[in-house]
Each structure stands twice: as structure tokens, then as C-alpha cells.
């Protein structure tokens, strides 16, 4: 048992912290980007890209770096630290993580390499309106045609859906859900995508007949999407831990140099108790996180991992948020500023693949099944394992 | 970074929960699970089993009875023991005194009282708080007055948990009243609970109970050999003490036991004939619990493997405020399962109310204590706010 990451790791986590910090030395720069489409800035992409970022997890022989999940979850927290706008968790862990579990050998040397180089960026298209955070799709359809698939029906909101090069789509075919690759100017695919509350974008993303290639070898996919979804609920904590521990450093900057009433404001006790309960948040939640990404790395239960991660990040993330604004005042509402940002970023993170009241209620469904939880023992480690 | 426990350490969790499961009778346990009085002699009884085996004081250096752990040893040794249901090492003598004569005490001291505070042979009792010195502690009033050879104490202590049990008290005096700053003034001071002058009186809690004492002094005259470390450095030891006080306040594996039986309970409740765990707002309200007590199990592990050096860890306040909020919300629940039932608190024989009910609600208020004591949780947000956050 270790909380502490090695020294390549430490070093992993200077070089993106230094990367990104370059890149959003400010709000105003990630403001900016934000403000034009495709909603993220393709330079940085590039230097992730240089710096092996955007293939982090994929095995070497693909292009990639082979790493594991805590590498995924430094670069994560560390996104979210200045809430770059760049979608390396729903490109490349997401995205990314469903191609490399679930294609053939020849679709992974096309798409990985080409991922990890910043010159594709995959997305997931997954979820459709009137459902939400399921496994499966209900709302596109494949028929084959052919040696071929084809699919119809509607996506939304499907993360930089207009941008993408290449869409990974659920769809519904015999025996459940299937996952299919879209090229991004397949005919008879109509996008329309749009701005984001958190400066991130999204598309409606239309198939009407659209061609489409089987990933893999096809059947149903429902265990691997779950596998990934909850991968990617994982990153995303890494990521809300990220944004949260910045929330939190700019609200106590903030409060120690804001004046009123000819004194600091943190000479209010009122103001600094909130802010000791905000930090109190912020620990328990990087420690449920920390350890989500230590049970996906020892091979553990990762869909329970998940979901107590999401549960504890999004508790704290809902918490810190509405906290480090009201603490603020009204420059914690303003766009000029960057702490509201950092809530609105917060509040996406929560919805786009499953929040507390979610997770919440996937483990009530088991809270009987078991006396006690050992966050150290079976189910989350695998029993025989090496220390 | 890395999940598993070391195979050194699985084999050292395995030997602590042997021991603790088998050596410590199996009816004070029971005690302990069904929150009921544990009584003086199974205290002693229970230290002497862990003392025998060396399990009383591991955290105590080595010469007086210690094991020389690492932090993370000692956290599992803890957990391991309120898994077990275990009445722990009773906290004044082996949390506190103890390891302040190990470090401050001179050697005759440390000859005289370590091996008796580690097998409880000497039962010790708190003499810091006072009627109007609580979270504000240094404002004690208690006074020592050198008279020759001895130290002539005037004053009132109070919350004495257990000080009816006690056979010596430790006792934070004002030695100095002209001191510059109000705890600088302070000494330690060590005296028999029968010696001439020392009155106790019982304080009703509303549970019922009678746990804490005020303790009152009126020309108690204390040998001057019995100060701890230096004439004016009380303060000091007082906050050793405390820092120490705040380490496994956390109470993680007692909680754990706490969910458990709420689950087995809400098992045997039923509403319209379904078992009231199967209720899915009963269900969510014990997973939200149980997901803090993950998280907050494992901030307890990130904070021991970062102490080695020996200092608390300055998250070790989100340790206690949490730590007392999960506890409470514990206590809470149960009371809500037992329902009706939780009334029916001081039922005699012929009550068919089971005694987990019956224990559910005094248990209940009296737990309101641990976000007070061991440093009040609004002392461990100013903590936070200064020493963290730099507020």
C-alpha cells in the first residue's frame, strides 16, 4: 500500500503541469480559446501529442506509451488544474480506450498511432436524449448491408462531435450493443455542433444510412462500453480533483486579500469555517480517486471503483464549486474571472457520464450484498497480488 | 503508487486480528458490539491480555514497552482492534500520559510509572478542562503554588472521563500567573486521586451515563517530584498530548462495525412486509455513508504513510472532523432503524425490545461528544483554515 507516485511520475506530473501551465497561464488565454470553434486549442494538442500524451495508454506496439492508469489519472488532475479545454480523456481515454479494447489488430495500427500523433481525434458517440448514462444505445440503429454496416438514428450531446475525425458509435444490433466506427465525411452523416456551458463543445450528430465499419469482431459490446465508461469516470474524478484544488487555492487567495469593511476577508470566521470544510471535501475526495485508479491498476473491480469515486468527487465537486463562488461574491459570477469557470467545468464533469445520485444508487443495489468494505481487500484487490 | 498491502503486512493484519479475536474474551467483545457498560475490571482485564503480548503501547518507545512500528503498522493494529470490537488501551494512560513521562518525564519517573500506565496498573485521569477553560485551555484557572518541597494545588477540573475509576490524575496547573503569555505559565503536574483535598463529583449525562466528573482541588498537597518535564512547560506537553490525542480519533473500524449492524438490523426490520434494507432511500443512505468512510479510511492511510517522521500530519484534523461526523451519523442511523423501538431506552426485563434498540439513542446523544472533544471540530477548522490554507 502506497500513495505516492515514483519519481518518473513526479516527473510526469512537471512536465504537463509546466506544458499546461504555458499554454493557460491565465484565464483570459483559456477564455479565448474557448470562445472559437473546434473549442480547445490544436497547438497544445500538438504538444500533448509531442510529449507522448495522447497515446499515454496505448500499448507501445500501437504508438503508444504503455502506460497505466495513474499516469492517465497525473495528466488528468492536471487538465483540470487550469481546465484545459483539450479532450484528452474523451478522445483518448474514452475514445481512444474503447479502440484499443475492442478493435482488431489492423484497426488499432490505422487509429492508435494516429491518436497518439494528434492527427485523429476519435470521439465517443454514446449518448442519445431520452436515456442517460446507460452501457447501451437504443436511439441509432445498425443493419448490416452487405459486408458492410450501415447506421441511423440520433447521437446527443456527443463531446466535440463536429470536430472529431473518426466516431467510435453505440448502436443497437442483435443481442444488444454493437460498437461502430464513423469516418468523420461519411456520407450521410449531418452534424451540427455547438458551444457548451463550460466553453467545451458538443454536436448533434445525425445518421441516416451513414456507413459504418464493425470494431472488433462485433456482437455485443455492453461489457466493454461499461468497462470504459467507468475508465473514464475514473479520469474525469482525476480531472475534478484537479479543478477543485485550483477552486479552492484561488477562493483562499481570494479571501486573504479582498477587503471589506477595512479588514481581509479572512478575518471572518463565517468565511474561513467554509473554507476548512471545502478542503475537508477536496482530501477525501483525491483519496477516493487516488485509490480508484490503484484498483484499476491492480486488475480490481474497477465498475464499484468507479462509482465511489464518482460518488465521493462529485459530492465535493458540487460542494467546492458553489462554495469557492459564493466565498467570491459576485466576481465568482462573472466570465471575466476565472473561479466561476471552474464550477461550470465542475458541474459538466458531473453530467456527462454519471453523477452522485447516479453512482449513489448503483451501490445502495449492493449495499446488502456485503458486511463491511475493504477499500484493501476483495472485491478492489485481487487477492495474491504483490506489495 | 500501489493497492495491496505489502505480504509482511497481510501477514501482520492476519496475526493483529487472530490475536484480537481469540485472546480478548469473547463477552467484553460482545459488550463492546452491543454498546453496553464495560466495566472497570474488563478494562484492566482487557489491557493486561494486549500488555502481555505487547499490544498495549507499540507506539511507545521501544525501551518502555514499545514496538517500534511504522505508522501504517499502527494504524492497522488500531483498525484491527475496533474491527474486533476490542475495548482499546484506555486513551489517558497509553495515548496520553505515557508517551508525555516517555518523552519529558525524568528517569525515575519514567521507572516509577511507564510499565504500571502500560498494564493499567495505575489508572489514570485527565485534569485539563475546566469550567471556563474548554477549547480555550490555556485560560486554566487551577493554581500550584510552591509551599517548600511541594506544590500546594487549588482549583477545579471537569469532563474527567472515567476519573471515578482513576487512582492518579495529570493535571495542567498555572504556576506562573505573571507569565507575558497565558501558556507559558502552565506545569504538568501527578497526583494519587486519595490524596487529602481531591473531591470528585459524578456529572448525569443524557444518555444516562455516568462517564465524566468534575474533580475539585482545595489545598492538595502534590510532592515536587511529581511535575513532569519543566516548571513552565505544561503548554508544551499539553499540545504533544493532544497532537497525539487527535491520532486514531478517527474511529474508522468502530464505525465500520456501527454500518454493519445497522445493515444486519435493517434486515430484521420490516415495512409493508419487505425488509427495511431493501427501502431504496434507506438502501442510498447507507452506500453515501459507507463511500465516506471509504474515502475517509483511505485519507487515514495516505496521512499514516506520510507521518514517518512522527509529527501529525496536518490533515490529520480532517481525520477527526470527519472521523466524528461519520461516527455520529452512525449512531444516528441506527437510532432511525430501531424507529419506535429507540424509546424504549431504559426497558427492564419483560420489554421485548431488542437491545440494540434499547442502546440506539442513549449511544446516540451521548456520541454528540466526539465533535467536541479531543479539540472541538470548529478547533480543527481553524486548524485547517491557519494552518493548511494559511487563513
Given at each position: 500500500?502506497?500513495?505516492?507516485?515514483?519519481?518518473?511520475q513526479?516527473?510526469?506530473?512537471?512536465?504537463?503541469?509546466?506544458?499546461?501551465e504555458?499554454?493557460?497561464?491565465?484565464?483570459e488565454?483559456?477564455?479565448k480559446?474557448?470562445?472559437?470553434?473546434?473549442?480547445?486549442d490544436e497547438k497544445t494538442?500538438?504538444r500533448?501529442?509531442?510529449?507522448g500524451?495522447?497515446?499515454?495508454p496505448f500499448a507501445?506496439e500501437?504508438?503508444?506509451m504503455?502506460?497505466g492508469?495513474?499516469?492517465v489519472?497525473i495528466?488528468?488532475e492536471?487538465?483540470?488544474?487550469?481546465?484545459?479545454?483539450?479532450?484528452f480523456?474523451?478522445?483518448v481515454v474514452?475514445a481512444?480506450?474503447?479502440i484499443?479494447?475492442?478493435?482488431?489488430?489492423?484497426?488499432?495500427?490505422e487509429?492508435?498511432?494516429a491518436?497518439?500523433?494528434?492527427?485523429?481525434?476519435?470521439?465517443?458517440?454514446?449518448?442519445?436524449i431520452g436515456?442517460?448514462?446507460?452501457p447501451?444505445?437504443s436511439?441509432?440503429?445498425?443493419?448490416?448491408?452487405?459486408?458492410g454496416w450501415t447506421l441511423?438514428?440520433?447521437?446527443?450531446?456527443?463531446?466535440?462531435?463536429?470536430?472529431?475525425?473518426v466516431l467510435?458509435?453505440?448502436?443497437?444490433?442483435?443481442?444488444?450493443?454493437?460498437?461502430?466506427?464513423?469516418?468523420?465525411?461519411?456520407?450521410?452523416l449531418?452534424?451540427t455542433?455547438?458551444?457548451?456551458h463550460?466553453?467545451?463543445?458538443?454536436a448533434?450528430?445525425?445518421f441516416?444510412?451513414?456507413?459504418a465499419?464493425?470494431?472488433?469482431?462485433g456482437g455485443?459490446?455492453t461489457?466493454?462500453?461499461?468497462?470504459?465508461l467507468a475508465?473514464?469516470?475514473?479520469?474525469?474524478?482525476?480531472?475534478?480533483?484537479?479543478?477543485?484544488?485550483?477552486?479552492l487555492r484561488?477562493?483562499a487567495?481570494?479571501?486573504?486579500?479582498?477587503?471589506?469593511?477595512?479588514?481581509?476577508?479572512?478575518?471572518?470566521?463565517a468565511?474561513t469555517?467554509?473554507?476548512?470544510?471545502?478542503?475537508v471535501?477536496l482530501?477525501l475526495?483525491?483519496?477516493?480517486?487516488?485509490?480508484a485508479?490503484?484498483v484499476?491498476?491492480?486488475?480490481g473491480d474497477?465498475?464499484?471503483?468507479?462509482?465511489r469515486?464518482?460518488?465521493q468527487t462529485?459530492r465535493a465537486?458540487r460542494h467546492?464549486?458553489?462554495?469557492?463562488?459564493?466565498?467570491?461574491g459576485g466576481i465568482g459570477?462573472?466570465?471575466?474571472?476565472?473561479?466561476?469557470?471552474?464550477?461550470?467545468?465542475?458541474?459538466a464533469?458531473d453530467?456527462?457520464l454519471?453523477?452522485g445520485?447516479f453512482a449513489?444508487a448503483?451501490?445502495?443495489r449492493?449495499?446488502?450484498?456485503?458486511e463491511?468494505?475493504?477499500?484493501?481487500?476483495?472485491?478492489?484487490?485481487?487477492?495474491?497480488g504483490?506489495? | 503508487m500501489?493497492?495491496?498491502?505489502?505480504p509482511e503486512l497481510?501477514?501482520?493484519?492476519?496475526e493483529m486480528r487472530?490475536f484480537?479475536?481469540?485472546q480478548?474474551?469473547?463477552?467484553?467483545r460482545?459488550?463492546?458490539?452491543?454498546h453496553?457498560?464495560?466495566?472497570k475490571?474488563?478494562?484492566?482485564e482487557?489491557?493486561?491480555?494486549?500488555?502481555?503480548a505487547?499490544?498495549?503501547?507499540p507506539?511507545w518507545p521501544?525501551?518502555?514497552?514499545?514496538?517500534d512500528w511504522?505508522?501504517?503498522?499502527?494504524?492497522?493494529?488500531?483498525?484491527?482492534m475496533?474491527l474486533?470490537?476490542?475495548?482499546?488501551?484506555?486513551?489517558?494512560n497509553?495515548?496520553m500520559?505515557?508517551?508525555v513521562?516517555?518523552a519529558?518525564?525524568?528517569?525515575?519517573?519514567k521507572?516509577?510509572?511507564?510499565?504500571?500506565?502500560?498494564n493499567l496498573d495505575?489508572w489514570w485521569c485527565?485534569?485539563?478542562?475546566?469550567?471556563?477553560?474548554?477549547?480555550d485551555?490555556?485560560?486554566?484557572?487551577?493554581?500550584a503554588?510552591?509551599?517548600?518541597d511541594?506544590?500546594i494545588?487549588?482549583?477545579?477540573?471537569t469532563?474527567?472521563?472515567l476519573?471515578q475509576h482513576?487512582?492518579?490524575?495529570?493535571c495542567?496547573?498555572r504556576?506562573d500567573p505573571?507569565?507575558?503569555?497565558k501558556?507559558r505559565?502552565?506545569?504538568?503536574?501527578?497526583?494519587?486521586?486519595?490524596?487529602?483535598g481531591v473531591t470528585l463529583?459524578?456529572i448525569e449525562?443524557?444518555?444516562?451515563?455516568?462517564?465524566v466528573?468534575?474533580?475539585f482541588?482545595e489545598?492538595?498537597?502534590?510532592p515536587?517530584e511529581n511535575l513532569?518535564?519543566?516548571e513552565?512547560?505544561?503548554?508544551?506537553?499539553a499540545?504533544?498530548l493532544?497532537?497525539?490525542?487527535?491520532?486514531?480519533i478517527?474511529?474508522?473500524?468502530?464505525?465500520?462495525?456501527?454500518l454493519?449492524q445497522?445493515?444486519?438490523h435493517?434486515?430484521e426490520?420490516?415495512?409493508?412486509?419487505?425488509?427495511?434494507?431493501?427501502?431504496p432511500?434507506?438502501a442510498?443512505r447507507?452506500?453515501?455513508?459507507?463511500n465516506?468512510?471509504?474515502?475517509?479510511e483511505?485519507?487515514a492511510?495516505?496521512?499514516?504513510?506520510?507521518?514517518?517522521d512522527?509529527?501529525?500530519?496536518?490533515?490529520?484534523?480532517?481525520?477527526?472532523?470527519k472521523g466524528s461526523?461519520?461516527?455520529q451519523?452512525?449512531?444516528?442511523?441506527?437510532v432511525?432503524?430501531?424507529?419506535p423501538?429507540s424509546?424504549a431506552?431504559?426497558?427492564l426485563?419483560?420489554?421485548?425490545?431488542p437491545?440494540w434498540?434499547?442502546v440506539a439513542t442513549?449511544?446516540?446523544?451521548?456520541?454528540r461528544?466526539?465533535?467536541?472533544?479531543?479539540?472541538s471540530?470548529e478547533?480543527?477548522?481553524?486548524i485547517?483554515a491557519?494552518t493548511?490554507?494559511?487563513?
Open positions: 500500500m502506497d500513495f505516492t507516485f515514483d519519481s518518473e513526479s516527473d510526469l506530473r512537471e512536465a504537463v503541469r509546466g506544458l499546461l504555458r499554454a493557460y497561464s491565465d484565464s488565454t483559456r477564455r480559446v474557448a470562445a472559437n470553434d473546434p473549442g480547445f494538442w500538438s500533448l501529442a509531442e510529449m500524451l495522447l497515446g499515454l507501445e500501437h504508438g503508444g504503455g502506460a492508469p495513474i499516469e489519472a495528466v488528468a492536471e487538465i483540470g488544474r487550469v481546465i484545459a479545454p483539450e479532450p480523456i474523451e478522445a474514452l481512444g480506450g474503447l484499443a479494447a475492442v478493435a482488431s489488430d489492423e484497426q488499432k495500427g487509429l492508435l498511432g491518436i497518439a500523433e494528434g492527427a485523429c481525434v476519435p470521439t465517443f458517440a454514446h449518448a442519445e436515456t442517460r448514462w446507460t447501451s444505445a436511439a441509432v440503429t445498425a443493419t448490416q448491408a452487405g459486408d441511423t438514428g440520433v447521437k446527443e450531446p456527443v463531446p466535440h462531435g463536429a470536430r472529431a475525425d467510435v458509435v453505440s448502436a443497437v444490433v442483435d443481442g444488444g450493443t454493437g460498437l461502430f466506427l464513423v469516418q468523420g465525411d461519411a456520407a450521410g449531418t452534424r455542433g455547438y458551444r457548451t463550460d466553453g467545451t463543445r458538443a448533434n450528430v445525425r441516416d444510412g451513414t456507413p465499419a464493425l470494431l472488433g469482431t455485443d459490446q461489457a466493454a462500453i461499461e468497462q470504459a475508465e473514464a469516470r475514473i479520469a474525469y474524478s482525476h480531472e475534478a480533483i484537479g479543478a477543485m484544488d485550483t477552486a484561488i477562493t487567495e481570494y479571501l486573504k486579500t479582498r477587503k471589506q469593511f477595512g479588514v481581509t476577508l479572512n478575518r471572518f470566521q468565511l469555517f467554509r473554507a476548512a470544510d471545502m478542503y471535501s482530501e475526495a483525491r483519496s477516493t480517486a487516488l485509490w485508479s490503484m484499476q491498476d491492480a486488475g474497477v465498475a464499484s471503483a468507479a462509482d469515486a464518482r460518488l462529485s465537486g467546492i464549486g458553489k462554495e469557492a463562488i459564493q466565498l467570491h459570477v462573472t466570465a471575466e474571472y476565472s473561479v466561476g469557470h471552474y464550477t461550470s467545468r465542475l458541474t464533469i453530467h456527462l454519471g453523477d445520485d449513489a448503483r451501490l445502495a449492493t449495499v446488502a450484498e456485503r463491511t468494505v475493504d477499500p484493501l481487500g476483495a472485491p478492489y484487490a485481487p487477492s495474491g504483490v506489495g | 500501489r493497492l495491496q498491502l505489502s497481510e501477514a501482520f493484519r492476519e487472530t484480537f479475536t481469540t480478548v474474551p469473547q463477552e467484553i460482545d459488550k463492546v458490539a452491543g453496553g457498560h464495560v466495566s475490571e474488563e478494562y484492566v482487557t489491557q493486561r491480555v494486549l500488555n502481555a505487547g499490544l498495549a503501547v507506539h521501544v525501551e518502555w514497552g514499545g514496538r511504522t505508522p501504517l503498522q499502527r494504524h492497522i493494529w488500531r483498525e484491527e475496533q474486533a470490537n476490542v475495548p482499546e488501551p484506555l486513551a489517558f497509553a495515548s500520559i505515557g508517551p513521562i516517555a519529558f518525564g525524568n528517569q525515575e519517573q521507572e516509577r510509572f511507564l510499565a504500571k500506565t502500560a495505575i485527565q485534569g485539563f478542562s475546566e469550567p471556563d477553560a474548554g477549547s485551555l490555556a485560560s486554566l484557572r487551577t493554581t503554588v510552591r509551599d517548600g511541594d506544590w494545588v487549588n482549583g477545579q477540573k469532563w474527567t472521563t476519573g482513576a487512582d492518579w490524575i495529570f495542567l496547573c504556576t505573571t507569565a507575558e503569555k501558556q505559565g502552565i506545569s504538568l503536574l501527578v497526583f494519587p486521586m486519595d490524596t487529602p463529583r459524578p449525562l443524557i444518555d444516562g451515563g455516568f462517564e466528573n468534575e474533580v482541588f489545598d492538595v498537597r502534590v515536587a513532569i518535564g519543566e513552565n512547560q505544561g503548554w508544551t506537553m499540545k504533544f493532544l497532537g497525539n490525542e487527535r491520532v486514531g478517527a474511529r474508522i473500524g468502530s464505525t465500520k462495525r456501527m454493519a445497522a445493515k444486519e435493517a434486515r426490520i420490516t415495512v409493508d412486509g419487505r425488509p427495511l434494507l431493501d427501502d432511500f434507506m442510498a447507507i452506500a453515501e455513508l459507507e465516506e468512510l471509504v474515502a475517509l483511505l485519507t492511510l495516505r496521512v499514516v504513510a506520510n507521518s514517518a512522527g509529527k501529525p500530519h496536518p490533515a490529520s484534523s480532517v481525520l477527526k472532523l461526523e461519520l461516527q451519523a452512525a449512531t444516528e442511523l441506527l432511525d432503524i430501531a424507529g423501538l424509546v431506552s431504559f426497558a426485563e419483560g420489554s421485548d425490545v437491545d434498540a434499547r442513549p449511544h446516540y446523544l451521548n456520541y461528544k466526539v465533535s467536541i472533544y479531543g479539540g471540530n478547533v480543527q477548522r481553524t485547517i491557519g493548511i490554507l494559511g487563513l
